[in-house]
C-alpha cells in the first residue's frame, strides 16, 4: 500500500513539474503572419468638360466614401464595410475579418466595390465610371507587401468618379 502512494506521489510532483518547467527540447516555430487582403483605387470629381468615362481634368476627392462588400460562393453578404479616401482620394480598404478560406470563396470572384458619398456639395452625383454605381470586381496587378510582421494581397479597384449634378452650360464658336 505504501509503495502505491510513493508511485502517486512521485507522479505527481513529476506532473506538477512538467507544468511549472515546460521542456527544453520542445521546438518553437515562428509563427508565419496572417495574410490580409487590401483594396486600393481612387475616387475623383470628374470634369465638366468631359462626358461618359473620361477622367481627363479629374481632381481628387479627399474624404469620399466607398463600399466592400463580399459574397460567398451561394451569393450570402459576408463583408460589408465601408471605407474612407484620405487627403488625395486614395483609398486603402483593408478587408479586416473577411473570412475567405476557400478558393471558390476568391475576393477577386466575390467582392465588388460601390461609391457611397463625397463631401463635395459640387461634386457628389456618383458615375458608373469603372462601375462605381453596379459595383466593380476587383482586379489583380501582382502587387503585394510583407514585411517582419505584416502580409498583404492588394487588389485593385476604379478610379471611380463622382461629378457635379450641374455644370454650367456652354457654347463652342
Request: glycine share 6%.
Amino acid at each position: 500500500m505504501a509503495s502505491k502512494q510513493l508511485i502517486v506521489v512521485v507522479s505527481s510532483l513529476l506532473l506538477i513539474g512538467l507544468a511549472f518547467f515546460p521542456s527544453t527540447t520542445a521546438t518553437t516555430y515562428p509563427s508565419k503572419p496572417e495574410v490580409h487582403v487590401v483594396v486600393e483605387g481612387m475616387v475623383y470629381c470628374q470634369s465638366c468638360d468631359r462626358h461618359g468615362w473620361s477622367l481627363t481634368g479629374a481632381t481628387p476627392i479627399p474624404s469620399a466614401k466607398v463600399s466592400v462588400v463580399c459574397k460567398n460562393n451561394i451569393g450570402q453578404v459576408g463583408y460589408y464595410k465601408t471605407f474612407q479616401a484620405n487627403a488625395n482620394g486614395y483609398v486603402y480598404a483593408e478587408l479586416e475579418g473577411n473570412k475567405m478560406n476557400r478558393a471558390l470563396d476568391s475576393p477577386l470572384q466575390n467582392c465588388r466595390v460601390k461609391l457611397v458619398s463625397s463631401p463635395l456639395q459640387k461634386c457628389n452625383l456618383a458615375t458608373n465610371v469603372n462601375f462605381g454605381i453596379d459595383g466593380a470586381h476587383l482586379r489583380s496587378e501582382g502587387k503585394s507587401y510583407t514585411s517582419k510582421d505584416y502580409q498583404a494581397v492588394i487588389y485593385a479597384a476604379g478610379p471611380f468618379a463622382f461629378r457635379p449634378a450641374h455644370c454650367p452650360y456652354t457654347t463652342s464658336h
